[in-house]
């Protein structure tokens, strides 16, 4: 498995309504690959992850994700998609009123899962990961931002998803908060699950080198140095 593309993008043009935001991108991630995606506010960054979950048509080029065509992806075929990968957010999206556990069995029973055992089972192992199995009974209000985070770190593993796709996931944490995050995020790499963090954070870039690919003046700059940053 190591080497097989997760994500394969082939002269693909990327839209926001009718106006082109990127266009012929070609980008290649692979199993256990992690990856900066940087790139002023505007170049594009979150439209590119938007294609590749499935919330942006893909109408010009050809793309892959997880083994899905992007290309004219059948409505009825996202939600399969989007099961085979993690999606976290700078802005936690947690439901408010419900516990740790039940926002992750909410999400697990909406994607099919029904056995109650396994359904606790796999709540505690995602939280045993992300070093939270004592917060199971916490309301969201009673965790520090970074537990919030980890906390949605979690329920983006629920499914074991391929690819997980951070959008600015350090963006509303402290500088030693966001290098507990990034350091989780590089361990979840490690053991095979590929990692995209898009960020305006160079400073943790430069905390943790790795490959980086670049959104600028309408194009998608593969494998950029860090000396470019």
Known sequence: MIGKSIIKLNNVD????????LSKVNLHIDKGDFVWLIGQTGSGKSSLL?????????????????????????????????????????DFQL???????????FVMRATGWTD???IADR????????????????MPHELSGGEQQRVVIARALLNDPEIILADEPTGNLDPETSEEIVLLLKQIS??????VVATHDYHIIRA??????KCEAGKVLEDVQLAQV
């Open 14 to 21: 990327i839209f926001q309504q009718k106006n082109k935001v």
């Open 50 to 90: 938007k294609v590749i979950y499935g919330d942006l048509p893909l109408t010009i080029g050809d793309g892959h994700a997880c083994g899905y065509s992007l290309f004219k992806l059948p409505e009825k075929d996202i939600p399969f998609l989007r099961r085979k990968l993690g999606i976290v957010f700078q």
């Open 95 to 105: 439901l408010t009123d419900r516990s740790v556990e039940h926002n992750l069995q």
């Open 116 to 118: 109650p055992k396994l």
């Open 190 to 195: 490690q053991a095979g699950t590929a990692v």
């Open 208 to 213: 943790f080198p790795s490959r980086i690919i």
């Open 123 to 138: 709540t505690l192992d995602v939280l045993e990961k992300v070093g939270l199995r004592s917060k199971l009974k916490k």
